[in-house]
């Protein structure tokens, strides 16, 4: 196997193979860097190139390309507080008030290591299961997978941040408009007013730039605010490094998170993040900081993102089983270039399945590296006044939005989700929980659909749907805990401000 | 913040937060309400997800409201008076259980150092303090965009939006803003040609010369 990884290295490393690789990498990170593209767009871009091509070229082209967006749409995150891509939402959480404090550099280079580590682990962990992932896969049914959905879903209670009653409710309005548009297995339109437009509900994107985007860039506008409350940026790239060196096991521990999540299909990129997320928050120490600029809040979701990548390959090489829909696409690729998928893969098509892996960690590498190169200068844009960056802002966003489905319906969801936005910001309702419940209702509908379907109520019994539960119950239990021991501190805070208040006007 | 003994006024931003976070809780119970009732109408298959969501959605909104009016109501009110006990650096092993803004028995003190902290976390824990008018004015410039856009193309559009824009806002020269606008445009139609990206054609002014939109 060792030699064959060496021939596949070989085979890659020349001219041709690296100059289409350097040009996937190249597409990867502009698709990264624009709001509300994401990787399936950059495929859609590519997909018509690589008929014909030669499978190594093709994929190291497909791969460069894919591997590298989630390094790229950081910077959205953190100068801007807007997804970059879905596979980025969690970084926002502690990367924008890190940006606030001035310390976009710092977080962004952070942000840009944990990404290197995660992807090369990812590459790593997606060569030591290629011969032992198979029983994985094939034990998770739509009640396994149904149950992780829910454990996607019990994370909101972490990430209310002490107001865990709005962030149910904002969770399950989350799933409430998952379910606008066509019900699945059947031709209903549910919610959909006669409007067209609806019957495939409202897209992930403009719902994820509705939500964040548009409120923050309003605020700093009219606050007449840089993104940057102090006036210099603060901690550099090498500071960045340093935190990703000393919070080293946050990074192989999130890294192996995401792949471990990647290789279950249907889970998506999109929830990965929030479920690293919300496990560094709740196995760290000191974790009070997280939301409000806790750099480990910007290294777990990064690491697991890219290390996602290397997972998803899996079934979509092993098994023909896309877990997205870059990964749909990347199979569409594979069979345009003459190759088939599937158990068959590792057998007869090993280079191309090994020059996957090499491209997988070489791209990482490349991307890093250019990101790296460009997070200085890119980081003081978070120095400029709100007022000056916000035309160029809107028409980008607004440009974006419309490529999800080029609808003018795009551009309206946007506006409405937008103003929704702007209120639950103004009032510091949870707006995280609303897009986790959004992204997991589709999944959450299908695999209970199939589940009651097939088993009754029967697969409520099953070891692994026991198992999922518990953990449910567990995430749900330190959620609810935490809450009341936040809501008890905040009331003998508020006692204690008072009287300290009214000290300061008696004397 | 208020003192104990001033009632709180209604623009302390605890109470704008708290009157908010109510409104939102009843537009959540309506939503979930509302979207629960459609979905007794829809057929089996189709029924039982937005159904069950509905209504878990309504039962959760429903506590939302109740906890979110008490706790408006005990903040309409007054903060409760406090022995010296309970501040920070006070005599933690006297202090006695006392009632909370929201009704609530407190669970023992908390350290000084920690209650500074959250103390300053209180007075940024209300609504954000944000201009209502001047957030309105700039969300007209979001909805001016995508009108111009499909009325006269993305060329046009932009040209027009961002010299608008930064003469009226920027107050910067005719030229500046010109020069920053036709940048724009032509950065945006490198990025358009270079990830095939689909601009909606104006529906008054069409295609422009030279194949711009």
Known sequence: MIEA?????????????????????????????????????????????????????GMALLIGMAS???????????????????????????????????????????????????????????????????????????????????????????????????GLLSGVLGLMLGAIGAAPGITIYRYSFDLH???????????????????????????????????????????GLRDVIRHRWLVVRSAALGNILGVVPGIGGAVVDWISYAFAQSTSKNSEGFGSGDIRG???????????????????????????????????????????????????????????????????????LA??????????????????????????????????????????????????????????????????GFVLSVGA??????????????????????????????????????????????????????????????? | MSTPGDPITPRNPLVVNARGKLVLAVFHTLVFAFMAYQAISFRMQARPFPLSMGTLGVVIGIAAVVLYTRRLLVLSRELPPVSAREAPGGDSSATTPTTSADGAATDGPAPARDLQAIAEEIRSGGAEEIDVRTAAAFFGWWVAYPVLLFAVGLTL?????????????????WPRSVLVAVVLVVLMLVVQSLLNLRVPGGYLIGDLPFGLV
């Open chain 1, 68 to 166: 590298v967006v989630h390094t790229a749409d950081t910077f959205a995150s953190v100068l801007l507080g807007v997804p970059g891509s879905a596979g980025s939402q969690a970084t926002i959480m502690d990367g924008y008030p890190l940006a606030q404090q001035g310390q976009a550099g710092r977080a962004l280079s952070a942000a840009f290591m944990s990404s290197l580590v995660g992807g090369v682990i990812g590459a790593v962990m997606l060569f030591g299961t290629i011969l032992v992932a198979r029983p994985i896969v094939l034990a998770l049914g739509s009640p396994e997978l149904f149950m992780l959905a829910l454990v996607g879903l019990s994370l909101v209670g972490i990430l209310s941040r002490g107001d865990a009653i709005a």
């Open chain 2, 157 to 173: 559009a932009t040209l027009v939006f961002v010299t608008g824009y930064w003469r009226a806002v920027v107050k910067g020269s």
């Open chain 1, 5 to 57: 990884a060496a021939d596949a290295l070989v085979q890659l490393v020349t001219v041709e193979n690296l100059g289409f690789m350097m040009l996937g990498v190249s597409i990867g990170l502009c698709v990264g860097v624009l709001p509300g593209l994401s990787g399936t767009s950059g495929m859609a871009v590519l997909l018509p190139f690589v008929f014909g091509m030669d499978p190594v070229t």
């Open chain 1, 298 to 368: 910007v290294i777990a979701p990064e690491s697991s993102n890219n290390a996602k990548e290397g997972g998803a390959l899996v079934p979509t090489l092993l098994f023909s089983i896309p877990g997205s829909g870059t990964s749909a696409m990347l199979l569409g690729g594979l069979i345009l270039m003459g190759v088939q998928a599937g158990p068959s893969m590792v057998a007869q098509n090993l280079n191309v399945t090994l020059t996957v892996i090499w491209t997988l960690a070489i791209a990482n590498v490349v991307g890093t």
């Open chain 1, 445 to 507: 509908e299908r695999f209970l659909f199939r589940s009651m379907s097939r088993y009754g109520f029967e697969w409520l019994t099953r070891p692994l749907v026991l198992v999922f539960a518990t953990l449910v119950a567990v995430i749900v239990v330190t959620g609810v805990v935490q809450s009341v021991r936040h809501a008890a501190r905040m009331r003998r805070a508020q006692v204690a401000v008072a009287e300290d208040e009214g000290d300061g006007r008696s004397s």
């Open chain 1, 197 to 239: 437009y609806l019957w495939d509900g409202i897209p992930l994107a403009v719902l994820a730039l509705g939500l964040f985007a548009v409120p923050e860039l309003i605020d700093l506008a009219a606050n007449k605010t840089a993104i940057s409350r102090t006036k210099k940026l603060v901690g550099g790239r090498r500071e």
């Open chain 1, 371 to 436: 990101c790296l190169s460009i997070s200085g200068p890119v980081a003081r844009l978070s120095l400029i006044s709100g007022r000056r960056i916000l035309p160029f802002l809107v028409v980008l966003i607004v440009i974006a939005s419309f490529q999800t489905t080029r609808n003018v319906g795009d551009v309206i969801a946007l506006l409405a989700v937008g103003c929704l936005g702007w209120v639950m910001k103004r009032y510091r309702w949870p707006r995280p929980p609303l897009l986790i």
